[in-house]
């Protein structure tokens, strides 16, 4: 049977092809001009997974950017692992402080320079090459579903809505982020946790016209200072969020997760 460094080997120059096509198209998420390639992008990934081998594939309308789902369904009754990923990029300027074309990739000393190289169309791209693999080779241990956003740059704003209408559609029992790093070039490595995120707005308003500093200053407090006063209050000197209650539902790392970590290399 052949390898995955055979495999690899006998399709780079495919895999590299079909990447660089991927990578060309300007999925930025926070420019309105490139919606079209928006949709193109997700087309592009439709293909990208069901060539792979997947039994469906689909491109699904959200109220921002589409969704890509692809599913391989092998055995029911084996677990079923769910690739993330997404499509968009960053935005690109200040573009003369690249050394080459953001969206004409280009290999310097065996690294590929383009927007989305790794963040994120090249993580997502090499899980679906290891999924055609596996398809190919008939090795495949588990089945395999596919969610590929496209707006993960900009917040995700339409995920959790999709999410929430296709639950049975998305069930799985695992989730594989492909949106995270290596711990070094020769250590493999896959994220089993990641920083939540929570934020709110916060208006403070003060006169409601400009004061003169020499008559007012120090009597009425300035905005500004506040403002700055209270963001620094949220963290002690130690690092810790200040917030009543923040940490009551934090897990505590193991010491086998601790011993783990110690070992990294950095």
Not at 94 to 108: D, I, N
Request: overall charge negative; proline content about 5%; glycine content about 6%.
């Amino acid at each position: 049977m052949m390898t995955i460094q055979e495999y690899i080997e006998s399709n780079k120059d495919r895999f590299l092809q079909e990447l660089f096509e991927l990578i060309r198209i300007q999925s930025i998420s926070s420019q309105k001009e490139h919606k079209e390639d928006m949709v193109n992008t997700a087309e592009y990934w439709k293909r990208t997974i069901k060539n792979a081998g997947a039994d469906k594939a689909e491109v699904i309308s959200t109220k921002g950017n589409p969704v890509v789902y692809g599913e391989k369904t092998i055995d029911p009754s084996l677990p079923t692992v769910l690739v993330y990923g997404h499509y968009d990029v960053m935005p690109v300027d200040p573009v003369s402080l690249w050394e080459s074309s953001p969206f004409e990739p280009e290999v310097r000393n065996g690294k590929i320079y383009a927007r989305g190289a790794d963040d994120d169309k090249g993580q997502a791209f090499m899980h679906a090459k290891a999924f055609e693999f596996m398809v190919k080779t008939d090795t495949l241990p588990c089945n395999v579903k596919f969610m590929i956003e496209g707006e993960e740059e900009i917040g995700s704003p339409s995920l959790a809505t999709f999410c929430a209408e296709n639950k049975e559609m998305l069930k799985s029992d695992i989730i594989l982020a492909s949106d995270t790093s290596m711990i070094s070039l020769d250590c493999p490595s896959i994220t089993i946790g990641l920083r939540g995120l929570a934020y709110m707005q916060v208006e403070l308003t003060g006169p409601d016209h400009d004061l003169h500093s020499g008559l007012f200053g120090g009597a009425v407090a300035n905005p500004a200072n506040v403002l700055t006063k209270m963001v620094a209050s949220l963290m002690d000197d130690d690092g810790r969020i200040t917030i009543p209650g923040f940490y009551d539902d934090v897990q505590v790392i193991s010491e086998e997760e601790r011993k783990l970590m110690a070992k990294a290399p950095f």
